[in-house]
């Protein structure tokens, strides 16, 4: 199982950024996944994921502003974000775990790399 994450960046606020995240070694559309995110001094939180069943959350934080979308085509997951703001910035990561039916950090075993996203004016 491998992911990699890409796709951040320095953005002001209000901006706009997609992350994607290219897997290999299972079959997508059999396993949860998702983007999860660390500020520094923090814990690490589920920003949005989607489950095996096609289910999606989302943190109430980034309802409205951030869409997760999957491409079992393309074996990739995006994350969307529109209207950034400073306390969005964080590194962010994509993992995935078949069994997983919660966006918690500890339900999903296997990460990819993250990627920084930094909201700043």
């Known amino acids: 199982v491998q992911l990699q994450a890409s796709g951040g960046g320095l953005v002001q606020p209000g901006g706009s950024l997609r992350l994607s995240c290219a897997t290999s070694?299972?079959?997508?559309?059999?396993?949860?996944i998702g983007w999860f995110r660390q500020a520094p001094g923090k814990d690490p939180e589920g920003v949005s994921c989607?489950?095996?069943?096609?289910?999606?959350y989302y943190k109430d934080s980034v309802k409205g502003r951030f869409t997760i979308s999957r491409d079992n085509a393309k074996n990739t997951i995006y994350l969307e974000m529109n209207s950034l703001k400073p306390e969005d910035s964080a590194v962010y990561y994509c993992?995935?775990?078949?069994?997983?039916?919660?966006?918690?950090?500890?339900?999903?075993?296997?990460w990819g790399q993250g990627t920084q996203v930094t909201v700043s004016s």
């Open positions: 993992a995935t775990d078949q069994r997983a039916m919660m966006c918690h950090p500890k339900r999903y075993n296997y």
């Open positions: 989607i489950y095996y069943d096609e289910n999606v």
């Open positions: 070694g299972f079959p997508l559309d059999d396993y949860a």
